[in-house]
């Protein structure tokens, strides 16, 4: 998801999108070595909506509402 902007999600008629723990939590896990994905991960969750969060055991699901 960090490959694009959120514009572009807008831009190319996305409705919702769905982040999972999975991809982005290893991120997060090592802040200080992967500070640019954090920040992009960032990024998008501070410009979309969150409609939803989902966790199984600690596993979690985000989904965010881009329009």
């Excluded at 902007?5 to 982040?19: H, I, K, N, R, T």
């Excluded at 802040?31 to 640019?36: A, I, L, S, V």
């Excluded at 920040?39 to 979690?60: M, P, Q």
């Amino acid at each position: 998801m960090i490959d694009h902007e959120p514009e572009w999600y807008v831009e190319q008629g996305f409705d919702y999108l769905v982040f999972s723990e999975g991809m982005y939590g290893r991120f997060y896990r090592d802040p200080d070595r992967y500070r640019n994905e954090v920040l992009r991960y960032n990024k998008l969750f501070s410009r979309f909506d969150l409609v939803a969060i989902f966790t199984d055991g600690g596993y979690e699901v985000r989904i965010y509402k881009v329009r």
